[in-house]
């Protein structure tokens, strides 16, 4: 990598790290808090550790991945100026979600299209989105893992077997989703599957089938439920407007305290501005996880990385029209904007998929560049 | 799988559309809540321009009797008044709230 290429994103890198650190530097000067200014180092460093030593050491994409660690920071201080306590806390959770990231990455590098793979992913995806219809007491949401996974079962079917298969475990996940009550995630899946039978599959008739059982799907399921088509019923958009452009520090009494959204949180922080141009920050890190997967060589991994890439891209999507009224969902969370531990471990896992589909093309490229250079 | 880049392209552009559209509508919405109409930004006056001096073209005020009304140093009577203690600013031209 030369100069030239490399200084546009050490500089990105630079500005995520410095806002990263102003995030908590500003409430701690006001409160003098002793959490705030811990914060404030602590986070900015491991941010550096994760894009410098870690991205090194696992060969992964550094954009994808400081955009991901700066929206998770801005999780952190969503919390940080009325609750210090919840930020570290919140902070906390970033670090099994960093493990998460890895793993990812491992199992994407090392993963390939095969029949045992597409089986395995499905069963244990489908077993995650029915854990709640198993066991009732079972409170851990499990469902974006199970999504994660099932990406993995439909890219191999779609890259390998033809989407007849592949229809199976995406239309399961579906039912199931929709059985379990999660109207949100199942709108999120059925849109981003019907994307990838368009793009992997093509054909005009497997396309129309697929749409035509999603919308009966909804339209019997919003016949059955009607009452589950509501608006959020979380902070209403005049109180999110009554926080200023800017922000305020008194949070309002009807913000509930355990919300696992944190973007009411941030945009009552820190102003309506800054937390629209957080949300812009989604746009660039879905463009990136396309670049990855034109990129990529095989089918398999380019269905996975655009799968990765829609699915916080659409959620980012539907939770932003949720927030202003236009989306008839329940509360949708912002990806990694979120104080649900297993929600961000899978979000991050998914980063970590794309960071190890873009180790794998960086791979490719220099076996490529070996080869040629072999020829000469 | 040129076909299949050529198809994740074209979902790429169709999500940046709905991204930017998306944010227009909300922004939209934020600023009809906030109060702000886009049809009334133009009539509004810039800001720093209004000047604290009052327009030459406007005369002073006139009484009903159709004289005008004396300046508060011309009417105190003891002339213990200083020059410019006790002219107030009229509200209407108090850009500074002094």
């Not at chain 1, 989105?129 to 199970?146: H, I, Y």
């Amino acid at each position: 990598m030369n100069r030239k290429q490399s200084s546009p994103r050490f500089r990105f890198a630079f500005a995520a790290l410095l806002l990263s650190a102003l995030l908590f530097l500003l409430p701690a000067v006001r409160s003098g808090d002793r959490r705030l200014y811990l914060l404030a180092a602590l986070v900015p460093a491991f941010m550096l550790l994760c894009c410098t030593v870690l991205a090194r050491l696992f060969s992964l994409d550094r954009m994808a991945l400081t955009l991901a660690l700066f929206l998770c920071s801005l999780g952190i201080a969503a919390f940080a100026p009325a609750d210090p306590d919840a930020a570290v806390a919140q902070a906390l959770r970033c670090i099994p979600g960093m493990a998460a990231l890895l793993i990812g990455a491992v199992l994407m590098r090392s993963l390939s299209t095969s029949m045992l793979s597409a089986v395995s992913s499905a069963f244990l995806g489908l077993l995650m989105l029915s854990a709640k219809l198993l066991v009732p007491a079972f409170s851990v949401p499990l469902a974006e893992a199970g999504l994660a996974l099932l990406l993995v079962s439909v890219a191999s079917l779609l890259s390998g077997r033809g989407s007849g298969l592949a229809l199976i475990p995406g239309f399961a996940a579906l039912i199931l989703l929709l059985t379990g009550g999660d109207i949100t995630l199942a709108a999120l899946w059925g849109l981003t599957f019907l994307l990838l039978i368009f793009a992997a599959d093509g054909r005009f008739l497997v396309i129309l089938s697929a749409f035509c059982v999603t919308v009966l799907l909804f339209f019997g399921y919003s016949r059955l439920f009607p009452s589950d088509f509501h608006p959020a019923d979380t902070v209403s958009l005049n109180t999110l407007i009554s926080a200023g452009w800017t922000g305020t520090d008194i949070l309002p009494g009807e913000l509930p305290s355990a919300a696992a959204s944190l973007f009411p949180r941030l945009s009552l922080h820190f102003g309506l501005l800054f937390a629209g141009l957080t949300v812009l920050l989604f746009l660039p890190l879905s463009l990136r996880g396309v670049f990855i997967a034109t990129s990529s060589r095989t089918r398999f991994h380019a269905v996975i990385s655009m799968g990765v890439s829609l699915l916080p891209a659409l959620q980012a999507l539907a939770a932003l029209l949720s927030v202003f009224g236009f989306l008839p969902l329940p509360e949708v969370c912002f990806p990694f904007l979120t104080s649900s531990l297993p929600d961000l471990c899978a979000e991050l896992f998914m980063i970590g998929m794309l960071c190890g589909i873009s180790a794998r093309n960086e791979a490719d490229l220099a076996e490529d560049a070996h080869l040629a250079m072999l020829a000469k | 799988m040129k076909q299949l880049r050529s198809r994740f392209r074209l979902i790429s552009l169709l999500l940046v559309c709905a991204f930017l559209l998306a944010a227009a509508l909300c922004t939209g919405t934020a600023l009809k809540a906030a109060g702000i109409s886009l049809t009334s930004l133009p009539s509004l006056p810039p800001l720093g321009i209004s000047s604290p001096t009052p327009d030459p073209s406007v005369s002073p005020s006139v009484s009903p009797g159709g004289e005008p009304t004396p300046s508060p140093v011309e009417s105190d009577p003891t002339g213990s008044l200083p020059p410019g203690t006790d002219n107030t600013p009229d509200p209407e031209y108090n850009v500074f709230g002094l």
